[in-house]
């Protein structure tokens, strides 16, 4: 496919020559196109978006990289603090850059008052290591995707906001933002008044979680509202309860519950619905349908064989698993019956409606093992998403 992309200069002057001055922009060693992706709040589909749109560019360019240069929710990576989005990306599409470089920052919890106490060289230390890192993710690529973090203001407090590091970048801005009309305008404006206070062009934005039957009118008028503050709708995304649904691993590890008969494969046991056992074993029967999640306590002898039934003779596609609380585990025989299936089973200490909530309360972020995940948000991206206007963009 033909480049369509016009490439813009990078500037190659150290950020350090002068402490005292402004931030500039990132050295690089050859002209690399970028995007820098934000968002208007947390959980609004960012990194679910940045999932979909690197792997569009795979079909585009040769050699892709990625980045997120701020991370506040990490795991450890051979003795290093790393971004659970970087994490995440690099073992799906295997970046082919070293991982530390994927995620140079990482926000612990004394971050802040660290750098509050002694600002200036803390930042120098900083902006060199975003630099440093930013160079070698881009090192003989074509296209260079960055992930930020929250809106544009997070990270002021230590001087290195999403819009601070955007324009150290040298990067134009998509941003991604909840469905609707009002707010998310709203929203929008507010957050590209801090870009356009750092230099920043904000190139298009994304509207998701949008309900397929509203997608028309969100188009023709959050499209004609975006227009007015001069910033193209470049995509609306529709809701995919796919995309929001737990697997049994995330919901275990929610509710700080331990395996008693683990499925086959954890990952692949998404939960659609999820009831709970409080009243008779008949009236839970009426609910058992493909994905449910069964709340009851461990001595409800009565539920747990109803389950056991319905899924048998459903040919064992009704029960996701069963949650036992109050730490109550099944008798003897009836939980041998249970070990013969492929039924999986987590016992919690809690009891049910306070698991209940947890569930309901979840941040479902997509982890590696949701490969059931992969094909849809590419495919999304492919298909609501206006690539070859935001690659003309940036």
């Keep these: 496919m033909a480049d369509p992309v016009f490439p813009f200069l990078s500037d190659t002057l150290n950020p350090f020559t002068a402490p005292a001055l402004p931030l500039q922009v990132a050295p690089t060693n050859r002209v690399t196109k970028r995007l820098f992706v934000a968002a208007t709040r947390m959980n609004d589909g960012k990194t679910t978006t940045c999932l979909g749109l690197y792997a569009a560019m795979q079909g585009i360019y040769p050699r892709v990289g990625f980045i997120k240069p701020i991370g506040q929710r990490f795991v450890e990576v051979r003795g290093q603090k790393i971004d659970e989005d970087s994490v995440l990306l690099d073992t799906i599409y295997n970046v082919h850059v070293p991982i530390e470089s994927m995620s140079p920052v990482a926000v612990d919890g004394t971050f802040t008052r660290r750098f509050l106490k002694d ?10 290591r975003i630099c440093r890192a930013f160079d070698r993710v881009s090192w003989e690529k074509d296209f260079t995707l960055i992930e930020g973090t929250g809106h544009a203001g997070v990270g002021s407090v230590f001087d290195l906001s999403n819009a601070r590091v955007a324009s150290l970048l040298n990067a134009k801005v998509l941003l991604v933002s909840p469905g609707g009309i009002g707010r998310p305008i709203d929203e929008i404006a507010l957050n590209k008044a801090l870009f356009d206070k750092e ?30 503050f001069g910033v193209p709708l470049l995509g609306v995304l529709p809701k995919q309860n796919l995309l929001s649904s737990p697997n049994l691993s995330q919901i275990a590890d929610e509710i700080g519950g331990r395996w008693l008969n683990p499925p086959p494969s954890k990952s692949m046991r998404r939960i659609q619905r999820v009831v709970v056992g409080a009243g008779t074993a008949k009236g839970v029967v009426d609910y058992l349908t493909p994905g449910t999640l069964i709340i009851t306590p461990g001595d409800r002898d009565d539920i747990i064989l109803a389950a056991l039934s319905t899924h048998r003779q459903s040919g064992n596609g009704s029960i996701a698993g069963l949650v036992l609380t109050n730490d109550i585990v099944p008798h003897v025989q009836l939980a041998g019956l249970l070990a013969r299936t492929d039924i999986p089973v987590i016992t919690a200490q809690d009891e049910c409606y ?23 948000i590419k495919q999304m991206i492919l298909d609501h998403v206006d690539l070859a206007r935001l690659l003309g963009s940036v």
């Design 199 to 228: 230099g920043v062009e904000v190139v298009g934005v994304i509207l998701n979680k949008v309900e397929p039957e509203k997608i028309e009118q969100i188009v023709d008028f959050a499209g004609r509202g975006l227009a007015r």
């Design 119 to 128: 600002p200036a060289p803390m930042l120098a230390e900083l902006t060199d």
């Design 354 to 376: 306070t698991i209940t909530s947890k569930i309901h309360g979840m941040t479902v972020k997509t982890s590696p093992e949701d490969t059931d995940k992969f094909p849809v």
